[in-house]
């Protein structure tokens, strides 16, 4: 039974790992590929690879304070997102609403 439970859960998540590497993966890993390649005189990228740009956007100095300005407004609006939402996470932490969720979810699974 627990077997059976286990390939269950394999074959309905399946999709999801299809749809996420097809989506997601997949033209990640393109464009991390073609951030090695060498840049073609009329556009497009061409063999070999290379890390000049890479070593330059390192040592230049004002990618560096251009990083540092993305962080610092993602923190912030990461903060002003999660403000108003505090209280209510505080009300849902309680102990009570912690172990009504918890046992509904265990006889759901159990069923």
């Not at 390939?7 to 890993?29: E, K, M, R, Y």
């Amino acid at each position: 039974m627990e077997r059976t439970k286990r390939f269950l859960g394999f074959v309905l998540s399946f999709p999801g790992i299809i749809w996420l590497t097809l989506f997601f993966l997949l033209p990640t890993t393109i464009i991390v590929v073609y951030s090695f390649m060498t840049p073609g005189p009329y556009g497009g990228a061409y063999l070999p690879f290379t890390l000049k740009y890479y070593k330059m956007m390192i040592t230049n100095q004002g990618f560096w304070i251009l990083f540092m300005r993305t962080v610092v407004i993602s923190v912030i609006s990461t903060g002003i997102c999660l403000a108003p939402r505090y209280n209510t996470f505080l009300d849902k932490l309680s102990c009570k609403n912690i172990r009504l969720a918890c046992d509904t979810w265990k006889q759901r699974i159990d069923k």
